[in-house]
T-cell receptor, first 113, second 110 residues
Framework: EPEVTQTPSHQVTQMGQEVILRCVPI?????FYWYRQILGQKVEFLVS????????KSEIFDDQFSVERPDGSNFTLKIRSTKLEDSAMYFC???????????FGSGTRLTVV | DQQVKQNSPSLSVQEGRISILNCDYT??????FLWYKKYPAEGPTFLIS?????DKNEDGRFTVFLNKSAKHLSLHIVPSQPGDSAVYFC?????????FGAGTILRVKS
């Protein structure tokens, strides 16, 4: 079954450093997303991406965050200057359409120290 | 953001019996509802969904019921199996994003 692949599975970084989280969505999917889950909290929407541009973003997704689809297969989330409160599981997802049918990756655990 | 609520943090059920997980929402503009299952250190796995124009959708052991007037949906698992033990998230689709509930931990005892 097709799957969404995320790398790395775990990243530890120092506060203030830049991190890039990588995702390979399912190849025929057109919509791409990033979500995060802080330990003990809900899964939260960060950003959706369609047709090479952001289609919606949450208030969490401030200027420190950016997304890119650099080569037609990868979908990346960059955090420019990490803060302690950015520590969370970050999930990439993709879908063929808006609405149902999202497939999530296994997540990247980001730990900011 | 309390648009999607799962008021039961946990549920314990005997193997073979029915599990009923509940979810309430406040935004009448949601057009699609989904249930995801999640194990620790893994991403959410899609289980079943329902469009807002329907009131029931069934897939094997899983059935989702939607009561639009009450803004309530539920997931029924019959019969429950020990492998069903996981965190279950209700999610609602609005525009280009999903809004998740806090999750319910289901434990199925053998």
């Amino acid at each position: 079954e097709p799957e969404v692949t995320q790398t790395p599975s775990h990243q530890v970084t120092q506060m203030g450093q830049e991190v890039i989280l990588r995702c390979v969505p399912i190849s025929n999917h057109l919509y791409f997303y990033w979500y995060r889950q802080i330990l003990g909290q809900k899964v939260e929407f960060l950003v959706s991406f369609y047709n090479n541009e952001i289609s919606e973003k949450s208030e969490i997704f401030d200027d420190q965050f950016s997304v890119e689809r650099p080569d037609g297969s990868n979908f990346t989330l960059k955090i420019r200057s990490t803060k302690l409160e950015d520590s969370a599981m970050y999930f990439c997802a993709s879908s063929t359409r808006t609405g149902g049918g999202y497939t999530f990756g296994s997540g990247t655990r980001l730990t900011v120290v | 953001d309390q648009q999607v609520k799962q008021n039961s943090p946990s549920l314990s059920v005997q193997e073979g019996r029915i599990s009923i997980l509940n979810c309430d929402y406040t935004n009448s503009m949601f057009d699609y509802f989904l249930w995801y299952k999640k194990y620790p250190a893994e991403g959410p796995t899609f289980l079943i969904s329902i469009s807002s124009i329907k009131d029931k959708n069934e897939d094997g052991r899983f059935t989702v019921f939607l009561n639009k007037s009450a803004k309530h949906l539920s997931l029924h698992i019959v019969p429950s199996q020990p492998g069903d033990s996981a965190v279950y998230f209700c999610a609602a689709s609005g525009g280009n994003k999903l809004v998740f509930g806090a999750g319910t931990i289901l434990r199925v005892k053998s």
